[in-house]
């Protein structure tokens, strides 16, 4: 279906925009984009968009507007047709985010802050096989109070440059569900490069909970840690923690090697990292991992 020009009023708050649609020029000037519902199906073609740019419009292209996330809706979209995006406002994510197999994303957080509004989101993205995921920019993802919800889901390839990620702390004798990687499984695999992260959990001597909660790196996954801060979880323990009867086991859920040169349930740390042990106000510990190539 071919399209001159759609227009989105005051009047309009909703409008989907099929796959096999080409729109010259989306409109959407008349209408404050935080008070519509906009759903562009991947495939859709869209020549120039108006958006509202102070008390005028402005003019861009489709490629250089739905880049900017200033809404959960433009985040859902986004994120399914792919691209380098970057947040404008914090976002509240009410649905899960779902990002197919041809999306190939670099999410720059721009400081921002992604939180989740409830747990029947969960996770709040679900990546497909075939997917990837960069996020950096320094922003924060909080799971609030929702201890039974994911971050992600990672089918796909995800890189953490930076960030903060984080859940509240529970109150005593709460059981979470996991925090990074989705217990549905999948062939994902999961690279953190820094950031800080704090699952909410621990419990002394609990470590296979301790460890799911940040990094649930079962079902043959790829998991490495290259750098960033843990709150009650080190990393170089990981491996160890992820295995559901005793860690000497030959266990198919104890795959995921967190450290780069670490053998299979291997504890000792390999001389390229440096982990820090300190404590927090509340009495949790955390791990400063530093990693250093060998020569």
Sequence with gaps: TKVNKVTMT???????????????????CANEETNMYLNIEPGAKIGKVIVKDGDSCKEMTYDEWYKLITTPEKLDTA??????????????????????????????????????KDASVDPMIDMKTGSSLVIKGNGTVDLEKNYF????????????ENGNFLRAVGPAGTKYGSFFIGINGGKGKLIIKDGYFDGGYYKEGDEF??????????????VRVYGGTF????????????????PNSTSTYCQ????????????????????????????????????????
Excluded: C
């Excluded at 985010?97 to 939180?115: C, F, R, W, Y």
């Excluded at 919800?149 to 953490?160: E, H, L, Q």
């Design 256 to 295: 995921s090697i967190f450290f780069e040169g670490q053998s299979r349930l291997d504890t000792e740390i390999p001389s390229t990292y440096k982990v820090e042990k300190g404590i927090l106000a509340d009495g949790r510990p955390t791990y400063k991992v530093t990693y250093t190539p060998a020569e």
């Design 79 to 116: 994120m399914k047709l792919g691209g380098e995006l970057k947040l404008i406002n914090d976002i509240k994510v009410a649905k899960i985010i779902e990002q197919p197999a041809t999306s190939h994303v670099v999410l720059d957080m721009n400081g921002k802050k992604l939180t989740l």
């Design 149 to 160: 919800a994911s971050f992600i889901a990672p089918r796909g390839d995800v890189t953490i």
């Design 10 to 28: 005051n009047a309009t708050t909703s409008i989907t925009v099929k796959s096999t649609a080409e729109v010259g020029v989306l409109d959407l």
């Design 209 to 222: 909970n301790n460890s799911r909660n940040l990094l649930n790196g079962s079902w043959g996954q790829y």
């Design 231 to 246: 709150v009650g979880q080190n990393p170089a323990y990981g491996d160890e923690g992820m295995a559901y009867t005793n």
